[in-house]
């Protein structure tokens, strides 16, 4: 009752939110404007606080802020042992504040509390462990030169990294960019997504307090065509990491190619193929299935939204899709019995709905779902068309819901080809129990992540990244530090 839902866990109180100013140069700060814009809670469509509102006065003083930092102090200066020190205490923190953390992104983003506490901040936490214990372990190599010389080379920090995320994953996205840039010696400007400034900020406090040096982590709140542009048309950016939209990727490519040539990377979408074959295990495919495309109630970017099954099981299958998706609980994401909660917000939310209508005028065949549910927030009901043709809109474009297209196969040809029709090439996954269609078709797919008889296993050593319009670049794994490094050669005559 507590929290005007009399749904969630009793004993559990929403936490106080403390940090809503811009953080720049180790301070909470309000905007050089004194404006704020306003972040709601997707359960009821309420403001739930106003937040700082950063413009470009704001990026260039964040920015003059990194680039002192890494110019002069002691973050990139310092022992890649020390900088691991402290990014261990930074994990430490936030291992202490789990279920605020949890909480955050529950209000600000409708994600499921309970699954917060287990997946999303201890995820978080693994990758900034993972890169503060590869911090000291960053090298060049000694050249065997053609000439009468001797050489090696250094890797050197890039610089000043400029961090541009979305709303679906606010902590993990945060970790997954901010962890090996900081690690490699960068200082760095996050500019997380609108829809989500709220767990930023207080993962800005924990670093003050783990003891990473002012200036060398900042945050700046507000909207991607204001502050968003500024950080990427900054001459004094060194990089852009970037997950988003491929639309907004492009406009990012041509501002860093504009201004001072800065490297980036781009995360973009994805419409990832799942292929079900006739000898998977049924109940397992059913359920991994529902999940690939209704967890996080569809706002991820790997969504298994395309669900290719091979004709023998494809009517048994869709027989227990429907009823598993009837089983999936739409509601309060405080609720431990809940397991979808609402979209992030309105736009996201007509736009699911739009592309509902979208695969009905197609032609496509609604076998559940299609509704919006609850008399308040963004709630939609776990959707299924059948009949769905690579043709149609609810097929090539990124719906970013809980929506689900089936599409019946033959043959593993026809799966591979059919799979690869799409612009995207984020990942897919393959459920069968033969080596050799699974390695045949892994080897097929062009997409950056396949998972064989699983999906969403995301790990802190897995290169992740898109083929195609899915963006290039690679997150997680030991190459993810490569973006933030640069790579100096050091000759002497012999
Ligand atoms: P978006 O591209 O609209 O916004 C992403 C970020 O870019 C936000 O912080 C936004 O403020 C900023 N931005 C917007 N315009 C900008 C501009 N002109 N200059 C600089 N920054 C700007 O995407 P979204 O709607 O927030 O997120 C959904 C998209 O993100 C989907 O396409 C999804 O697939 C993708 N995504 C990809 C991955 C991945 O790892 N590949 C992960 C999660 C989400």
Redesign the pocket.
């Known amino acids: 009752a507590e929290n005007g839902n009399g749904s969630v866990k009793e004993g559990f109180k929403m936490p106080e939110i403390k940090y809503t100013k811009l953080f720049i140069n180790g301070e909470f700060v309000d905007a050089a404007s004194g404006k704020e814009f306003e972040t709601r809670d997707p359960r009821t469509g309420d403001v739930i606080v106003n937040v700082a509102e950063a413009d470009k006065v704001d990026v260039d003083l964040a920015v003059k802020a990194a680039r002192e930092a890494f110019d002069h102090g002691p973050w990139p200066r310092m022992s890649g042992y020390e900088r691991g020190r402290i990014l261990h205490k930074y994990a430490d923190l936030i291992e202490q504040h789990i279920e605020e953390l949890a909480a955050l992104d529950g209000i600000d983003a409708g994600k499921l509390f309970e699954f917060g506490k287990a997946v999303d901040i201890p995820g978080a936490v693994r990758m900034l462990r993972y890169y503060a214990s590869a911090a000291d372990k960053i090298h060049g190599e000694t050249l065997k030169l053609t000439t009468a010389h001797q050489g090696y080379t250094l890797k050197e920090p890039i610089g000043v990294v400029g961090v541009?995320?979305?709303?679906?994953?606010p902590s993990m996205?945060f970790f997954?960019k901010v962890s090996p840039a900081l690690a490699a010696g960068c200082t760095v400007v996050v500019?997380?997504?609108?829809?989500t400034p709220l767990s930023a900020l207080f993962y800005a406090k924990l670093a003050k307090e783990a003891g990473i040096p002012d200036g060398a982590l900042n945050v700046v709140n507000?909207?991607?065509?204001t502050?968003?542009?500024a950080?990427?048309s900054h001459m004094d950016v060194d990089n852009i990491s970037?997950?988003?939209?491929?639309?907004?990727?492009s406009?990012?490519m041509q501002?860093a190619a504009t201004s001072n040539l800065k490297t980036v990377s781009l995360?973009?979408?994805?419409k990832s193929p799942m292929i079900i074959f006739d000898d998977a295990n049924l109940d397992m495919a059913v359920g991994l299935a529902s999940a690939a495309v209704f967890f996080n109630k569809g706002?991820?970017?790997?969504a298994g939204s395309r669900v290719y099954v091979q004709d023998g099981i494809y009517d048994e299958f869709v027989k227990k899709v429907i009823e598993c998706a009837k089983g999936w609980v739409v509601g309060d994401p405080f609720d431990p019995k809940v397991n979808m909660g609402p979209q992030v917000d309105k736009v996201?939310y007509e736009r699911v709905l739009k592309y509902i209508e979208y695969g009905k005028r197609d032609g496509a065949t609604l076998l559940t779902g299609g509704k919006p549910c609850g008399d308040k927030g963004y709630y939609i009901e776990p959707t299924i068309f059948a009949d769905v043709k690579e043709d149609m809109k609810i097929a090539q474009d990124?719906i970013?819901g809980p929506v689900m297209s089936l599409i019946k196969f033959k043959t593993i040809e026809e799966a591979i080809e059919r799979a690869n029709c799409t612009k995207y090439g984020?990942a897919a996954g393959i459920l069968t129990n033969d080596i050799n269609i699974a390695n045949r078709v892994s080897r097929s797919v062009r997409a950056g992540t396949v998972w064989i008889n699983c999906y969403f296993v995301f790990d802190a050593d897995a290169p992740?990244?898109?083929y195609k319009m899915?963006?290039f670049g690679r997150?997680q794994g030991m190459n993810a530090i490569e973006k933030y490094l640069q790579v100096k050669s050091v000759i002497t005559p012999i």
């Open positions: 541009i995320i979305p709303w679906n994953f996205m997954l500019k997380p997504a609108e829809q507000g909207f991607g065509p502050a968003g542009a950080l990427t970037f997950t988003g939209s491929p639309e907004i990727g406009v990012i501002s995360e973009l979408g994805g706002e991820i970017c790997v996201q990124e970013f984020l992740f990244g898109g899915s963006g997150d």
